[in-house]
C-alpha cells in the first residue's frame, strides 16, 4: 500500500509547495504533506527490511541461497 501511496503523496506535496511559493498556502499544510510523504517512505523502507528478514529466514532453513 505505501508503494502505491508515496506517489501520489510526493505529488501532493509538489503541489502544496508550489501554491505555497505563490502565495496561496500555507507552510502547516506544506510541513503535513511532507510529513505524510516522510511516514510512507519510513514504511516502505520497513516493509523492504521485513521482506530481506523473512527471506534471509528461508534461507536458513533450506540451508542455501533462494
Given at each position: 500500500m505505501a508503494h502505491k501511496a508515496l506517489p501520489e503523496a510526493q505529488a501532493m506535496l509538489k503541489s502544496m509547495m508550489a501554491n505555497y511559493a505563490q502565495g496561496r498556502g500555507d507552510l502547516a499544510a506544506?510541513?503535513?504533506a511532507q510529513r505524510r510523504v516522510h511516514d510512507l517512505e519510513?514504511?516502505?523502507?520497513?516493509?523492504?527490511?521485513?521482506e530481506q528478514v523473512a527471506l534471509a529466514g528461508i534461507e536458513r532453513l533450506i540451508g542455501g541461497d533462494l
Amino acid at each position: 500500500m505505501a508503494h502505491k501511496a508515496l506517489p501520489e503523496a510526493q505529488a501532493m506535496l509538489k503541489s502544496m509547495m508550489a501554491n505555497y511559493a505563490q502565495g496561496r498556502g500555507d507552510l502547516a499544510a506544506v510541513l503535513e504533506a511532507q510529513r505524510r510523504v516522510h511516514d510512507l517512505e519510513l514504511k516502505l523502507l520497513q516493509l523492504r527490511v521485513d521482506e530481506q528478514v523473512a527471506l534471509a529466514g528461508i534461507e536458513r532453513l533450506i540451508g542455501g541461497d533462494l
